[in-house]
């Protein structure tokens, strides 16, 4: 059997899990995980962003009447993302397949160090063939830190796994020129070069709910992931074997090409954009490895750290001659660096009582000037 190695996240909104019913479907849902599972089984590497904890907690509560409050909402996502999340489990459970829950709030993406080490933990679990379950924190998120929709919270977790594809499952066959429950003749458009405003009118802009089938926040979600260079794809959940076909590259649904050439291009706008919060200087040995092999930078080539700076913070490399060569993030802070500077990779545990990996600074992380 052929290997895969990409990437994809796969998002189910409520619609879809319930297909329209007040509580979550569990016939379509194992049929979503039969999906998932040969896909798995065949090396892709998945992560599913589900939304329905809201909906399961007022099945299972037997829909109990609560006063129209935020906490009540609250309180149904708390009741009813356990439920969400032993269902997935008992599916996956079947195929001998183990997933992990994460829960995210934009708190967890915009502060850098979480940002970090929200991408560590995700890498972790698809290193070990654990697929990762993601929504958002619904029951302690106030409005100030929420995503506020699922499409959004996907398109960041794409970026955080740096995902090649993001499918977007809806009940609807994906974005028409018109809105297909007012015009029958309205045609499905296959391919979006490029998401323009007459794109965005078409999904019905972004102040309403009035969109083609809540296409909106996807047509945003699609934005900001294409520009990281991750294809969208906005196409029908409940069509037969809809993901596998998507994930061997068959047309379905509505395709939001990737726009690669934006791709470093962003990170390097957010590297260079960012105050530098420290120095690392490195020894010829390491300046040679960056610039000459393109290697990342191990603790063992640095010889001074200066700065006061949390991990994930941008700093500047000096060579021995004191010329900045690169700015990067590294994925220790200083007071560790200090500690492991010039020291083996696999010393670093033993140093700190932790360890984030052999590398001080990612090649990933690092722009060479």
Not at 233 to 255: H, M, N, W
């Amino acid at each position: 059997m052929q290997h895969h190695h990409k990437t994809i996240v796969v998002k189910f909104g409520t619609s879809t899990l319930t297909q329209g019913s007040p509580k979550l479907n569990l016939a379509y849902m194992m049929e979503i995980v039969r999906q998932l599972a040969q896909l798995h089984q065949a090396g892709f590497r998945l992560v599913i962003v589900t939304s329905g904890a809201i909906a399961a907690g007022r099945h299972y509560l037997n829909h109990p009447q609560l006063p129209p409050t935020v906490a009540s909402k609250q309180l149904l996502a708390a009741v009813g993302q356990s439920q969400l999340i032993q269902t997935w489990e008992k599916l996956f459970a079947i195929y001998d397949i183990h997933i992990g829950q994460i829960l995210l709030t934009r708190a967890d993406i915009e502060d850098r160090e979480r940002f970090l080490n929200a991408r560590d933990t995700l890498h972790a679990l698809l290193d070990n063939h654990i697929i990762p379950v993601i929504n958002e924190n619904d029951a302690v998120a106030t409005a100030e830190i929420k995503v506020g929709d699922n499409d959004n919270l996907s398109a960041l977790v794409a970026i955080l796994v740096q995902a090649e594809q993001l499918y977007l499952l809806t009940d609807q066959q994906g974005l028409y020129e018109s809105d297909p429950r007012k015009n029958p003749d309205a045609k499905l458009i296959p391919v979006v070069e490029q998401i323009t405003d007459h794109i965005r009118s078409i999904a019905g802009g972004s102040g309403t709910n009035l969109g083609t089938g809540g296409m909106s926040t996807k047509i945003i979600a699609a934005d900001v992931a294409t520009r990281s260079g991750i294809e969208t794809i906005i196409a029908p959940g409940s069509r037969p074997d809809v993901i596998v076909d998507l994930a061997y590259d068959k047309p379905i649904g509505t395709k939001f090409i990737a726009h690669h050439s934006d791709r470093l291009e962003s990170r390097k706008q957010w590297l260079f954009a960012a105050p530098s919060a420290g120095v690392l200087t490195i020894d010829q040995g390491a300046e040679n490895a960056m610039l000459v092999q393109n290697k990342s930078l191990l603790p063992a080539g640095i010889t001074a750290v200066e700065g006061r700076f949390s991990r994930g913070e941008v700093v500047k490399i000096k060579n021995t001659l004191g010329k900045v060569i690169a700015l990067g993030m590294p994925r220790y802070n200083s007071d560790a660096l200090e500690l492991i500077k010039g020291k083996k990779s696999q010393d670093i545990e033993q140093i700190l009582g932790y360890e984030y990996g052999a590398v001080a600074l990612h090649r990933d992380d690092m722009i060479v000037l």
